[in-house]
């Protein structure tokens, strides 16, 4: 099947600094990209929706201008947490859509902790 | 607005059990439903995916059905293992976007 890859697995950062993630299909091109969050036992939520080239939707209540998102080619999408805080520690997972098929493959995930 | 609702939250079971996971959903114009796994700290990994037309898929010891009209689905694992432990999601794709159940919890004991 296909290849997501995130990067980084994990990352600790400082309140107030900015993060950024990466996720990359590695044997397909993607044409849709998609962030999602999820809490401890929780279910994922949607936060936004990229199109390459295009400007990321975002899901109501997801600030934009707090978790910028840029889908710069087929094979690669950053989510940039901008001044974190300890309330955006969260587990972060991307996936990714091509063109000719309907289904989403994931990337492993981002373990987000903000001190 | 779609909901998607798991039941039961958490299942323990002994090696050899066969057992069912249930999913419902409010609104029956999806265009797939698709279950995943996910171990702890990890991704997720697709099992099956059943498109709306049709009732159900099969993978190895994994069987996935879809009644659509009722808002229900279900993943039957026969002979599970302590390896098929996870979290077993489900998901409704409407509008190009998943919408995730919350999850059921297995756990096989040995």
């Known amino acids: 099947g296909a290849v997501v890859s995130q990067h980084p697995s994990r990352v600790i950062c400082k309140s107030g600094t900015s993060v950024k993630i990466e996720c990359r299909s590695l044997d397909f091109q993607a044409t849709t990209m998609f962030w999602y969050r999820q809490f401890p036992k929780q279910s994922l939520m949607l936060m936004a929706t990229?199109?390459?080239?295009?400007?990321?939707?975002?899901e109501q209540g997801v600030e934009k201008d707090k978790f910028l998102i840029n889908h710069a080619s087929l094979t690669l999408s950053t989510l940039t947490v901008t001044s974190a805080h300890p309330e955006d520690s969260s587990f972060y997972i991307c996936s990714a859509e091509g063109a000719s098929t309907d289904t989403q493959y994931f990337g492993p995930g981002t373990r987000l902790t903000v001190l | 607005k779609q909901e998607v609702t798991q039941i039961p939250a958490a299942l323990s079971v002994p090696e050899g059990e066969n057992l069912v996971l249930n999913c419902s959903f409010t609104?029956?114009?999806?265009?797939?439903l698709q279950w995943f796994r996910q171990d702890p700290g990890k991704g997720l990994t697709s099992l099956l995916l059943i498109q709306s037309s049709q009732r159900e898929q099969t993978s190895g010891r994994l069987n996935a059905s879809l009644d659509k009209s009722s808002g229900r689905s279900t993943l039957y694992i026969a002979a599970s293992q302590p390896g098929d432990s996870a979290t077993y999601l489900c998901a409704v794709k409407r509008g190009g976007k998943l919408i995730f159940g919350q999850g059921t919890e297995l756990s096989v004991k040995p």
């Open positions: 609104d029956s114009a999806i265009y797939n």
């Open positions: 990229s199109n390459e080239g295009s400007k990321a939707t975002y």
